[in-house]
Each structure stands twice: as structure tokens, then as C-alpha cells.
């Protein structure tokens, strides 16, 4: 047992048993996940919502940071009753008034439970088994992660189709890729009890991808923008459809695809000014600006740097922001992504990023 702070909430967690840390750890502490709490916490502070439900809380870094800095009723739950223990300590550590815990199975307490204006799915692993009941009771904003990447990202495009039903495409925006994949297995869900859910803010970070959906009535809306991503592994050709094409416009060569996905955008850039005037950390700042400039540019999937100089057999690689501005001299939008250091996000085809 040992403790450690995240923002003003001080917790006591337990040691791993690994370095690397999976589901048989007694009581789930991620610090690498700090950030997708800032992130949530920062969301939570943009928008307005009045009780949040922590559903698979392991040590209530998520809800009891949320209880902690908002004056908004928490309800954590886990399954492990070593958590709820846990759970409990930190709330009297930190004299948090407005959260309570239970310690159910997340299924089974969604059942039961009444509506929340916040639901938070944050597994080990994917979120797909407590989606049906989630997207049924909650109101206004639903927060999901998976851990799942390797599935969602193409490594295993079978287990990708059997959880997500959807296909994979392993290649240089694999992961945005998968956070659009997830996005649509999500909303199968609510599309199947009739809501709406558009997704709002979406980031990847690490091992983890995470969705902000907002609950509207536009079901129309959310059919309109699933569809595929066409990809040509010959000269690197990419577009978003309703329908899967099968040929290469630019060289003939044979397409691949990813689908069925969201092919809408993934950012409502006034959450992000919103999440932007809220107190963060520096390195959460920096991935945020880095997301505003991306979410100004709607397409599907970006560049990458090294990928095209070896395709286009290019004698060394240019400096990536020296690449952003010549595509911006030639009248298209272009930025960096968060999903790649070396990634580009422009609405330029091909052929203006291969010229020489
Ligand atoms: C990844 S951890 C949650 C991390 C936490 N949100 C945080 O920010 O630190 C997942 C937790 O879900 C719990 N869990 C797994 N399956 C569950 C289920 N079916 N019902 C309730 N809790 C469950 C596990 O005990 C574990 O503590
Ligand atoms: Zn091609």
C-alpha cells in the first residue's frame, strides 16, 4: 500500500504485483492514465451535468478526482470488494461529502440504477459487454475507453470483427482508425434503443483510446456518418465513404478498408476552447492544442512523414513542420496530429504530398 497525488486528491493505492500491470492486479491503479483523468476532468468542467456514475471505479482515481474538484454527486462502483474497501479509505482520506460507492456488478447495477447525466466506462480491456444498459441510462454524456487497441488498431483483425464487428486496417493511422471503430460499436448500441450518440471529444494516448459521446435525438445524423476508409497500399491514396470502393483512382492498384467506422468528425472544437480555459497541466495543455489544431481539419485518418519518403522514394526526410507549411503555401489546411509525432493531417491528396 502506498500513496500518491493527483491533483488535489490525495490516494491510497495498492502496488502492482508487475511493472506492467493486467486484470489480475488486486486493485487497478494506472498512472498513466492520469492524463485521460485530467482530460475527463477538464471535460466534466466544460459541460454541465449533475451526477456522474464511476462505473468500474478500481481505486476512485477517476470519480473520487471528479467528486473532489465539482460540486456534483458521484456514485462509484466495483465489483472488487478490495476496491470498495480502497474506495472507502479515499473518501474519508480526502473528506469527500458528495460521492458513495457500491459494490456491484456494473451490469447489474446499471439494471437497477436510475438515469445519470454522466456515465463513465473506463475496463480493462474492451468496453463492448456494458454497453447495451449503459447507453439506456444515461441522459446526457457518455465517457468509454478500451484498452483493447490491439484488436481495434488491426493487430488482430478477428478479434476486432468479433467484439467491434467491424475490419480493421493496420497502417500509419491505425489508431484513429480504431478510435472510429469503437465510436461505432458504441452507437450500434444506441442506435438498437434509439439515441443518439455523437461522439464530442476522442483521444489516443499510449495503450488507450477514449470517446466523449453526447446523447442527442439525431439518429438520422449518426446514420449518415457511418460508412468505411479506403486505403491504397501501392501509392497511399486514402478516402471516407458511405460505400467501399474497390479500385485505386489514382494508380489502378487494389483497395483495402476499414469498416463499418464513424466517418464524421471526431471533435466539437467549442468543447475544446471550453476544455482549453480550465486549470490543466502543462502536457495536458499541449496534447489539447495540438487536438484543436487537428479537429479543425475533417478528414478521415492523415500522413505520415516517413511512410511517403520511403513509398515516393524520397532521398532524406524533411523536417515535418518545413512539410506543413509548403502544403499550406500550395491553398490546402494542414497540422500535426496527437495521434503521431510524425503524422500529418491535411485535406491535400497524394499526389500533392508525393511531388517532388
Ligand atoms: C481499468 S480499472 C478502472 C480504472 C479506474 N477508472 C481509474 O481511473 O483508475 C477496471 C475496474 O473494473 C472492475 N471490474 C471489472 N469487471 C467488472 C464488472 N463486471 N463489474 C464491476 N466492476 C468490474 C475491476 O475490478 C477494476 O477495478
Ligand atoms: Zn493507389
Given amino acids: 500500500m ?11 493505492v495498492i502496488e502492482p504485483k508487475n511493472t506492467r500491470l493486467s486484470k489480475k492486479d488486486l486493485v ?9 483523468r485530467e482530460l475527463t476532468l477538464a471535460f466534466l468542467k466544460s459541460v454541465k451535468v449533475k451526477d456522474f456514475l464511476d462505473l468500474l471505479s478500481a481505486s476512485g482515481a477517476m470519480g473520487l478526482r471528479i467528486a473532489k474538484e465539482l460540486p456534483i454527486k458521484v456514485l462509484l462502483n466495483d465489483a472488487n470488494p478490495e476496491a470498495v474497501k480502497l474506495i472507502k479509505k479515499n473518501i474519508n482520506l480526502n473528506k469527500i461529502k458528495n460521492a458513495e460507492v457500491v459494490n456491484k456488478s456494473a451490469n447489474k447495477l446499471l439494471k437497477e440504477t436510475k438515469k445519470f447525466d454522466y456515465i463513465d466506462i473506463d475496463p480493462f480491456g474492451p468496453p463492448v459487454p456494458f454497453l447495451d444498459l449503459a447507453v439506456q441510462k444515461v441522459s446526457k454524456y457518455l465517457g468509454v475507453t478500451s484498452t483493447d487497441t490491439s484488436a481495434l488498431s488491426g493487430t488482430y483483425p478477428k478479434a476486432c470483427l468479433r467484439k467491434y464487428k467491424s475490419v480493421p ?16 460499436r458504441v452507437q450500434d448500441f444506441g442506435i438498437k434503443h434509439n439515441i443518439a450518440l455523437e461522439p464530442v471529444f476522442s483521444f ?15 439518429i438520422e445524423k449518426i446514420r449518415q456518418n457511418l460508412g468505411y476508409v479506403c486505403y491504397c497500399n501501392e501509392c497511399l491514396w486514402r478516402k ?3 460505400i467501399r ?13 476499414a469498416g463499418k467506422l464513424w466517418i464524421g468528425t471526431i471533435w466539437d472544437n467549442k468543447i475544446i476552447d471550453k476544455m482549453l480555459e480550465q486549470g490543466i497541466s502543462y502536457g495536458v495543455r499541449k496534447l489539447l492544442k495540438k487536438i484543436k489544431e487537428e479537429a479543425k481539419i475533417n478528414t478521415v485518418g492523415f500522413y505520415d512523414l516517413h511512410t511517403i519518403s520511403k513509398k515516393y522514394k524520397k532521398e532524406t526526410v524533411p523536417k515535418i513542420e518545413k512539410v506543413i507549411e509548403n502544403i499550406k503555401k500550395k491553398g490546402f489546411k494542414a497540422s500535426r496530429t496527437h495521434f503521431s509525432p510524425t503524422g500529418i493531417r491535411t485535406n491535400a ?3 500533392v504530398l508525393s511531388a517532388k
Fill in 28 to 36: 487497478f491503479y494506472n498512472p498513466a492514465a492520469k492524463i485521460s
Fill in 2 to 12: 502506498y500513496y500518491v497525488n493527483e491533483g488535489s486528491l490525495k490516494l491510497s
Fill in 245 to 257: 470502393k474497390k479500385s485505386c483512382p489514382n494508380c489502378k492498384g487494389k483497395l483495402n478498408y
Fill in 169 to 184: 486496417l493496420k497502417n500509419e493511422f491505425m489508431h484513429e482508425t480504431g478510435i472510429r471503430i469503437l465510436i461505432k
Fill in 204 to 218: 489516443h494516448f499510449e495503450r488507450y483510446s477514449r470517446v466523449f459521446f453526447k446523447v442527442t435525438r439525431n
Fill in 240 to 242: 471516407s465513404s458511405k
Fill in 349 to 351: 491528396r497524394i499526389n
